[in-house]
């Protein structure tokens, strides 16, 4: 007895003829992989251009001055001057810069991280007449210019006698209209029937937002953290404007010491650049999981 290949067979008993042929399986495999090389390569590609100008920076902070900028430029150096990484600690006080711009940065980044994520609670949880039309205008300052508001700025700090402190820079910093935008997206994400449920049992409005929904937002709070101290670390403008003694001068005003009037000791430059970056890399890498999640999801747990 033979076997015989049998064709889809209709419902009135004809025959259709071959039934129709699926593709295989491994091709499309074969294509996810190949796929997945293709971007794994081109991710490498543009994470060594990212990394092209701090590969210049550290080299740079090898050499002399006079062969930092030659033409062509020249990446390894003939000498490896490391004696470049002793000397800027006695050049300037290196450290008491590296010490305000640390103090700065966690106390700014502490008062915003507080300040943003309550006010955020407010916008997104907390019903009162007026709230959307008050979150629209609070967040339509981010588009206003520095410039504009700097002067008067400046007068308040001089007629409160805060010029030439810290305290100026941290009163002025301690609130984020960005800040408070970034909570709040995040807040939104969160069930109201949680805050409700918590409001039946008898919980205030402060115990909500610190039991309940901070608990649930570190994500979001890691984001604003980061960012909030890089920007406080790398700010200029602000220690330049308000800060006077060289006691209280952040690292960012510090490396200016190495710039004259007819020249610049650019390898002293490049050597303090790369002690100032130290210290944003460990932060990014010690909250670099909560960052990614932070700004990338946007649904529940």
Same mark, same amino acid.
């Given at each position: ?16 003829g071959?039934?129709? !042929? ?5 091709r ?15 991710l ?5 251009a ?22 062509p430029?020249?990446? @390894?150096?003939?000498?490896f ?10 050049r300037?006080?290196?450290? /008491?810069?590296?010490k ?7 106390? @700014? ?5 507080? /300040?943003? &994520? ?7 949880k907390?019903r009162?007449?007026?709230?959307d039309?008050? $979150?629209i ?5 981010? #588009?206003?210019?520095w410039?504009?508001? %700097? ?5 308040? %700090? ?9 305290? &100026?820079?941290? =009163?002025?910093?301690?609130?984020? #209209? $960005?800040?408070?935008f =970034?909570?709040r997206?995040?807040?939104? /994400? ?5 805050c409700e ?5 008898g =919980? ?5 937002? #610190?039991?309940?929904?901070? *608990?649930l937002?570190?994500p ?12 406080t670390?790398?700010?200029? %403008?602000? *220690? $330049?404007i308000?800060?006077?003694?060289n006691?209280?001068?952040? !690292?960012?005003?510090?490396? +200016?010491?190495?710039?004259g ?5 650019? #390898?002293? @430059? ?11 890399l460990?932060? $990014? =890498? @010690?909250?670099? +999981?909560?960052?990614?999640?932070g700004?990338?999801?946007s649904?529940?747990?």
């Amino acid at each position: 007895m033979t076997a015989t290949a049998t064709t889809p067979e209709r419902r009135d008993g004809s025959y259709t003829g071959a039934a129709p !042929v699926r593709p295989r399986a491994p091709r499309r495999r074969g294509t996810a992989v190949a796929g997945r090389i293709a971007l794994h390569v081109l991710l490498t590609i543009l994470g060594l251009a990212v990394m092209v100008p701090f590969l210049w920076m550290v080299m740079s902070s090898l050499k002399l001055d006079s062969q930092v900028f030659t033409v062509p430029i020249r990446w @390894i150096p003939e000498e490896f001057h490391w004696d470049n990484y002793t000397r800027i600690w006695v050049r300037i006080p290196l450290a /008491t810069y590296l010490k305000n711009s640390l103090f700065l940065s966690v106390v @700014i980044t502490a008062l915003q991280v507080l /300040t943003g &994520s309550f006010a955020a609670y407010g916008f997104a949880k907390v019903r009162f007449p007026g709230r959307d039309t008050l $979150f629209i205008a609070y967040v339509a300052t981010i #588009a206003v210019p520095w410039q504009a508001y %700097m002067v008067p700025q400046y007068i308040i %700090m001089e007629k409160a006698g805060l010029v030439n402190t810290h305290l &100026s820079l941290i =009163l002025l910093q301690a609130f984020g #209209a $960005f800040g408070v935008f =970034l909570m709040r997206q995040y807040y939104l /994400t969160i069930p109201d029937e949680l805050c409700e449920a918590a409001r039946v049992d008898g =919980l205030s409005e402060y115990g909500i937002w #610190a039991r309940i929904v901070l *608990p649930l937002s570190k994500p979001a709070l890691a984001s604003l953290a980061l960012l909030t101290f890089v920007n406080t670390w790398n700010d200029y %403008m602000g *220690p $330049f404007i308000y800060l006077t003694s060289n006691d209280l001068w952040t !690292v960012q005003i510090g490396l +200016r010491s190495f710039v004259g009037v007819y020249d610049s000791e650019y #390898a002293m @430059i490049m050597t303090g650049s790369v002690l100032s970056v130290l210290p944003i890399l460990t932060v $990014f =890498l @010690i909250g670099q +999981r909560y960052f990614v999640q932070g700004i990338a999801t946007s649904g529940l747990k």
